[in-house]
């Protein structure tokens, strides 16, 4: 059974940062996408960030310049290191992984931004 746990969530202010990790454990191999994704009270979840195996990255356009993420294969680690928050980035935040052509999600943390 796989998990994904993750941490890093909770309230800043406006201009702050937040850095967010998520852990895959279980029977798990190889992983080849991993990406962050958010939904926000009465929106529909979004895609925020993406991480290839080819090492690539992409990013939704709200949120270039200000959040990178990154990868620890070994560690089957995701985080997002997310810079400069705006009170529009207050949702909860999602980890999904692809491994084996199987989807697997995270709980969800809540990353409130807000004075």
């Known amino acids: 059974q796989v998990q994904l746990v993750e941490s890093g969530g909770g309230l800043v202010q406006p201009g702050g940062s937040l850095r967010l990790s998520c852990t895959a454990s279980?029977?798990?191999?190889?992983?080849?996408?991993m990406e962050w994704y958010r939904q926000a009270p009465g929106k529909q979840r979004e895609l925020v960030a993406t991480?290839?195996?080819?090492?690539?990255?992409n990013y939704a356009d709200s949120v270039k310049g200000r959040f990178t993420i990154s990868r620890d294969n070994a560690r089957k680690t995701v985080s997002l290191q997310m810079n400069s928050l705006e009170p529009e980035d207050t949702a909860v935040y999602y980890c999904?992984?692809?491994?084996?052509?199987?989807?697997?999600w995270g709980q969800g943390t809540q990353v409130t931004v807000s004075s």
């Open positions: 999904e992984i692809v491994s084996d052509y199987r989807v697997y």
């Open positions: 279980g029977s798990i191999s190889s992983i080849e996408t």
């Open positions: 991480s290839d195996s080819g090492g690539s990255t």
